[in-house]
């Protein structure tokens, strides 16, 4: 058994002794069902269904780009609602490898794949990141407002930095980048009604995603509050006023051009 302290979590030197701990397990575990067994046979142990609520989940979106695309679609939801059912429904990559003819994928907002790399990984996994995507999403400042205020991004200056990497690494990977709201809501005063659901526990006592118990702790124990990211659906003239820091041709491109030819 590992223990895991977690008043002491995210230091990096104890989360790599943690690591090492569970890797040093599972190895036991390896050599005692197979003492023959290489690091390289490692890579063909297959994932059972059971177990994929546990590993690391990105959004994506998809987009029909037919009836053919649309059944393709029905077929993957069904599957993520009855065979990979974790705490959520969960697409394994593969299956949407295998349906994709009819399918445009997207990288999604800043829970997905491409922008996680763009802030936790090297260049060199943003560029295997942007590949498997036909666009690639960008987003106004202020739906990332929530990473500044948990302190997971430093600054909007470095969050900028993020996403000029995006897109200098979609660019060369002849990617399409569009700027996308996702949305959440269609007014910006429907948004109270967004800040009641984030802030309400779910079935089973799971908080919401942007309600981690670290956010909830700080409001209780040191009475620091935050607004919600501002998700409403943005008009043209608005998409395009959050990405004139780019420049105006390039926010033409990616709230307009681009948009369209999808």
Not at 31 to 43: A, G, Q, R, S, V
Not at 168 to 175: D, I, L, Q, R, W
Not at 179 to 191: M, Q, S
Request: one cysteine or more.
């Amino acid at each position: 058994e590992i223990i895991y302290d977690t008043k002491s979590a995210h230091r990096a030197d104890y989360d790599a002794e943690v690591l090492a701990n569970c890797w040093m397990s599972l190895r036991t575990s390896f050599i005692k069902k197979d003492p023959n067994i290489m690091h390289k046979d490692l890579e063909k142990l297959e994932i059972p269904n059971s177990s994929l609520k546990y590993l690391r989940s990105s959004h994506v979106v998809l987009i029909a780009k037919n009836h053919e695309g649309l059944k393709d679609l029905y077929k993957i939801i069904s599957y993520a609602h009855c065979d990979t059912m974790g705490s959520q429904p969960l697409v394994p990559r593969h299956l949407i490898s295998e349906y994709r003819k009819n399918l445009f994928v997207g990288s999604a907002c800043f829970n997905g794949e491409v922008f996680y790399s763009s802030t936790n990984r090297s260049m060199k996994k943003l560029h295997e990141a942007v590949k498997f995507y036909d666009y690639i999403e960008i987003q106004p400042l202020e739906n990332y407002s929530y990473l500044i205020n948990m302190n997971e991004i430093p600054s909007e200056k470095m969050l900028k930095q993020y996403i000029k990497d995006i897109i200098s690494v979609a660019e060369m990977e002849n990617k399409l980048i569009c700027a996308t709201g996702d949305c959440h809501y269609l007014n910006p005063e429907d948004k109270i009604y967004r800040d009641v659901y984030i802030s309400n526990q779910a079935v089973g006592g799971v908080n919401h995603p942007l309600m981690p118990f670290s956010r909830s702790n700080r409001q209780v124990e040191d009475n620091y509050f935050f607004e919600n990211p501002d998700q409403h659906f943005r008009s043209t003239d608005a998409m395009l006023d959050c990405f004139r820091w780019l420049g105006e041709e390039q926010a033409y491109e990616y709230v307009i051009k681009n948009t369209n030819i999808i």
